[in-house]
């Protein structure tokens, strides 16, 4: 780890950048000023062309790669994707990864400290959507001098940014990668995220979302949330082939004990959730995702509402995933080629469900890094300078699952 | 194989900036020569993983899919061109990718080895599957199972109610006009709906 790891990109340091200019949001309120926390890995070159934009989804955050010097084991939730040597090459490409507004790692979000009131926003932290991210995020790239991103890319939630970035900048953007995510949330998934967010409106430690003020923590529903969310980032098939019916004692107790080992990790990612995540957080994220709807305004015509979009795409899915299936992506497909743009589609073949966009699969890296050079190519970034090293980092699961789930 | 043959044909029928679809694209050599030389803008079509990742080294914009499964990511007349090379004998459902591929071309370009060829013919003739350079596989682990000869294409164009707009017949790279479905090795063909 760290220094030693020739394909980590070292110790990261976050950055913080504060925004003056008021935020007209989507939802009709103002963010009279704001701050966002980000981290880059790379060097810009001359011309400023090599920028390449990590959009988070759900609960991540602006640590996409690298570790802290002074907490080695945190590393960045996307770190097997992003580093000299990997998929994205930091050896060719400026990578920024940025916390969103409405976050709660730093980025001015629920949690933070309303200038008016000297006080925790709370419940009056204004809704943000998708839009309103990307347009944070096209004034964070005017402060740090980039023009037009050489990629935007990000999986589930963070894929909806990416392609939001084409439609409103789309001359700022060259490639968009949209991966595991889809145009708008089903039914299924809207109600997945309702019974998340009643989960946590109805703990009593809520308190309206001004739970800061009560000095209180709406653990129990945040840890039902996410318990809710992890079952469904993960497949059927994974979730039965890891735990199966394995319990605790050979006999069972006849209680309500925790006595599978499902049971016992759902609560552990739960309770290990709720410590570190902002509950007015996860409501906002969850409704961003439910509003996320590109084609609202021409009438449910996705292709219509992608005749803007200048930008190319790379659009992936994985088999297994029953969150944001293929045929989600495939709409995307048949509406970015119904509206002209050029576009590579990959369907990979991995077990995990939904949380593949995060792990170590080679023939999702692999295709992911011949897109990435050929971007490299274009820009005129050269050749690979280390040697691409697929699946170098050996995926031990559980570790997985447990030290980048804050991805989705 | 010897796509290479049909490539340089079916290349010189492509105008400049067509906008072009190649089902079963392979490793995307075609569409990268039409980018080159052409101009041409479009999409492959590709099933394997591991061709697509191809593809996407080479340049071109692919898309994973099975063609066998219909075109439904695709409007009708959205392309100029919808290229079928040396895929035919290895599809079940010629008959519903050719529909496809005329709902979905201005025209359509298919190329299959030729059955017929003498060669192919002097094998079964002597008791054995044909071997040869256009059908390089034992009959036991062979993609290929709807085989045709040049006459039988026509006759499922016309079956389709499709126009043949040229019939070529090639051997290495060379076009054989005398006796062509028995001496050539390669029939490429080009047509359009009705």
């Known amino acids: ?408 | 194989m010897n796509r290479r043959y049909d490539f340089a044909l079916i290349s010189s029928w492509i105008p400049e900036r067509s906008r072009v679809l190649d089902l079963g694209c392979g490793d995307g050599e075609l569409l990268a020569g039409l980018a080159a030389t052409r101009n041409v803008t479009g999409y492959g079509i590709e099933i394997d993983p591991a061709l697509v990742l191809a593809s996407v080294k080479n340049g071109v914009s692919v898309i994973q899919d099975d063609i066998e499964s219909g075109l439904e990511t695709f409007a009708r007349d959205s392309f100029d061109f919808v290229i079928l090379s040396q895929t035919l004998q290895a599809v079940r459902n010629v008959e519903g990718v050719m529909r496809e591929m005329l709902r979905v071309g201005r025209e359509g370009i298919v190329t299959f080895p030729n059955f017929g060829y003498w060669r192919h013919r002097l094998d079964i003739f002597g008791g054995h599957m044909p071997v040869s350079r256009t059908l390089p596989h034992s009959w036991y682990d062979t993609p290929n199972i709807h085989l045709c000869t040049v006459k039988d294409f026509e006759d499922l164009c016309r079956k389709l109610g499709a126009v043949i707009l040229d019939e070529r017949v090639i051997h290495e790279g060379r076009q054989v006009n005398f006796m062509p479905n028995l001496l050539g090795s390669l029939g490429v063909f080009r047509f359009k709906e009705k």
Request: hydrophobic share 40%.
């Open chain 1, 1 to 408: 780890m760290g220094d030693t790891d020739p394909r980590s990109v070292g110790a990261a340091t976050a950055q913080r950048a504060g925004f003056l200019e008021p935020l007209i949001l989507k939802a009709g309120k103002t963010l009279a000023s704001y701050e966002l926390v980000y981290e880059t890995y790379g060097t810009l070159n001359a011309d400023r062309s090599n920028a390449v934009l990590v959009c988070h989804a759900l609960s991540g955050n602006h640590h996409v790669a690298g570790y802290y010097a002074d907490d080695p084991g945190k590393i960045g939730w996307w770190d097997n994707m992003i580093g000299p040597g990997k998929p994205i090459d930091t050896d060719r490409f400026f990578v920024i990864g940025v916390n969103n507004l409405g976050g709660c790692h730093g980025s001015t979000g629920p949690s933070s400290i309303d200038r008016a009131t000297g006080k925790p926003y709370g419940a009056s932290f204004p809704l943000v959507t998708v839009e309103d991210w990307v347009a944070s995020q096209a004034r964070l790239m005017d402060r740090l001098g980039i023009e037009r991103l050489a990629a935007a890319i990000g999986g589930s939630l963070g894929g909806m940014q990416a392609m939001q970035w084409t439609l409103d900048f789309p001359d700022r953007i060259r490639h968009a990668f949209v991966i595991a995510a889809a145009s708008r949330l089903s039914t299924q998934n809207i109600a997945f995220n309702d019974v998340a967010r009643m989960a946590i409106v109805s703990d009593p430690d809520f308190h309206g979302g001004n739970f800061h003020a009560h000095k209180a923590i709406p653990a129990r529903g945040l840890k039902l949330a996410r318990m809710l969310g992890h079952i469904t980032y993960l497949s059927e098939d994974l979730l039965g082939e890891k735990f199966g019916r394995e319990t605790k004692r050979d006999e069972y107790g006849y209680n309500y004990d925790v006595e599978f080992e499902i049971e016992s990790y759902l609560r552990y990612q739960g309770d290990k959730f709720a410590q570190v995540f902002d509950a007015n957080t996860y409501l906002i994220m969850t409704k961003a995702l439910d509003y996320f709807d590109p084609a609202k305004e021409t009438g449910g015509d996705l292709a219509r509402a992608l005749s803007a979009a200048r930008a190319s795409f790379f659009v992936c899915s994985f088999r297994s995933d029953w969150r944001f299936p293929p045929a989600r992506s495939r709409e995307l497909v048949k509406a970015m080629v119904a509206s002209g743009r050029p576009v590579t589609y990959a369907e990979i073949d991995a077990p995990h469900g939904h949380d593949a966009f995060l792990l170590d699969n080679p023939s999702y890296h692999q295709i992911v890094a011949a897109y990435f050079d050929n971007i490299a190519t274009a820009i005129g970034a050269g050749p690979r300078r280390t040697a691409l090293a697929i699946g170098g980092a050996e995926l031990e699961e559980m570790r997985g699952f447990q030290g980048q789930r804050e991805g989705t």
